[in-house]
T-cell receptor, first 109, second 114 residues
Framework: TQLLEQSPQFLSIQEGENLTVYCNSS?????LQWYRQEPGEGPVLLVT?????EVKKLKRLTFQFGDARKDSSLHITAAQPGDTGLYLC?????????FGQGTELSVKP | NAGVTQTPKFQVLKTGQSMTLQCAQDMNHEYMSWYRQDPGMGLRLIHY???????DQGEVPNGYNVSRSTTEDFPLRLLSAAPSQTSVYFC?????????????FGEGSWLTVV
């Protein structure tokens, strides 16, 4: 059983479309991070959200932490082919970082 | 500008063989960890260390040993390799724990056990 459930697992969209990736859990996390990973490389941190209800924006990416600190979402506006990659959410709990399964995003020109 | 360095990048082992994946960081980070990544399962924590001389188990520790004799190095040992340990392994480090801190990952080690 995955402690952090990401959905969808796969997403294939056209350039210019909007999308949202969800990261859900029944457990509370002290913080939640989003990573992006490209083939053959390690994950790279995009953002950390710490406060319940927090919203952070990174250019066309908007990250939200749920009020109860159990879930998060990543919204991408006007997706570009360069956004293609594996997106991972990870929750911090008891000094450990627990990852979701990941969302494989493909943006076609 | 090394960051987190893992070696080897690729390795093929026979069932029953042992080996060590090396990990070194040059950022003076206290916290280091090892993950394995399998399709559809994200990254799963194998072992982690909050400082030299201190290690603890993660989600999937069986079949792996670690030690932390220095701040810089955190090797992962496979005692008797099994096909189920075929995976991509990532070493990571951060200043102090994982809560709110930026974690830096190595580039990964691809291990195949035949």
């Amino acid at each position: 059983t995955q402690l952090l459930e990401q959905s969808p697992q796969f997403l294939s969209i056209q350039e210019g479309e909007n999308l949202t990736v969800y990261c859900n859990s029944s457990s509370v996390f002290s913080s939640l991070q989003w990573y992006r990973q490209e083939p053959g490389e390690g994950p790279v941190l995009l953002v950390t959200v710490v406060t319940g209800g927090e919203v952070k924006k990174l250019k066309r990416l908007t990250f939200q932490f749920g009020d109860a600190r159990k879930d998060s979402s990543l919204h991408i506006t006007a997706a570009q082919p360069g956004d293609t990659g594996l997106y991972l959410c990870a929750g911090a709990r008891g000094g450990k970082l627990i990852f979701g399964q990941g969302t494989e995003l493909s943006v076609k020109p | 500008n090394a960051g987190v360095t893992q070696t080897p990048k690729f390795q093929v082992l026979k069932t029953g063989q042992s080996m060590t994946l090396q990990c070194a960081q040059d950022m003076n980070h206290e916290y280091m960890s090892w993950y394995r990544q399998d399709p559809g399962m994200g990254l799963r924590l194998i072992h982690y260390s909050v400082g030299a001389g201190i290690t603890d188990q993660g989600e999937v520790p069986n079949g792996y040993n670690v030690s932390r004799s220095t701040t810089e190095d955190f090797p992962l040992r496979l005692l008797s390799a099994a096909p189920s340990q075929t995976s991509v392994y990532f070493c990571a480090s951060s200043y102090a724990g994982s809560s709110g801190n930026t974690i830096y990952f190595g580039e990964g080690s691809w291990l195949t056990v035949v």
